[in-house]
């Protein structure tokens, strides 16, 4: 377990593996997910719990589910994805699933604890996060949090009818340092 201020974060329980997947196929929560909006079967869910574990014990990606700390409610799914030990990076990947909880300042303490895992557990030099470049509230968070604009991939991502662009941020070691 690993705290934050208003929430913490555990390694997946397969039995919440339900919840998330009900969550990825709302689309209300799936609007902006970078993975998309195709329906995610149980089959499909396992599967993704499957590789979680394993690649945890290869260290290139660590996956969490966010709990409020005030009642230990699952609200949510985060983790580093591309996690290289040897490059010293990774990637931010979140979604708040839990409609009520958006928007009350638990994805960025969520962030702001997996940044100290990443930079303080593992030894990450550099970790980055993706928005699709319509969602403000995400690009107003990651800008907030102190992420850095490094690019754009041009139309990237399909959804809901048409192609859509990612903006590309990340954070430096020693930037996270000064926060």
């Known amino acids: 377990m690993i705290r934050g201020t ?3 974060l555990t390694r997946f ?9 009900a969550w990825l196929n709302d689309p209300e929560v799936n609007e902006w997910m970078l993975s998309g909006q195709l329906p995610i079967s149980r089959a499909q869910e396992a599967s993704f719990y499957e590789l979680t574990e ?19 409610r699952l609200i949510g799914i985060c983790g580093l994805d591309s996690v290289s030990l040897l490059h010293r990076t990774g990637e931010v990947g979140i979604f708040v699933g ?14 702001l604890t ?18 699709n470049s319509e969602n403000e ?4 968070l990651y800008t ?3 992420f850095t604009e490094v690019g754009r991939e041009r139309e990237v991502t399909f959804m809901r009818g048409r192609f859509r662009d ?9 930037e996270y340092r000064n926060l």
């Open 137 to 140: 509230r995400a690009i107003h």
């Open 6 to 8: 208003n929430v913490y």
């Open 54 to 72: 394993r690649q945890w014990n290869e260290g290139t990606a660590y996956r969490f589910e966010i709990h409020l700390a005030a009642d230990e």
């Open 166 to 174: 990612h903006i590309c941020y990340d954070m430096l070691e020693p």
């Open 144 to 146: 907030s949090i102190g």
């Open 98 to 111: 839990s409609l009520d909880d958006q928007n009350q300042g638990y994805g960025r303490d969520a962030i």
């Open 114 to 131: 997996l940044l100290d895992f990443g930079f303080n557990r593992l030894g990450l030099h550099r970790i980055g996060i993706k928005a």
């Open 13 to 21: 329980e397969e039995a919440n593996a339900e919840q998330a997947r």
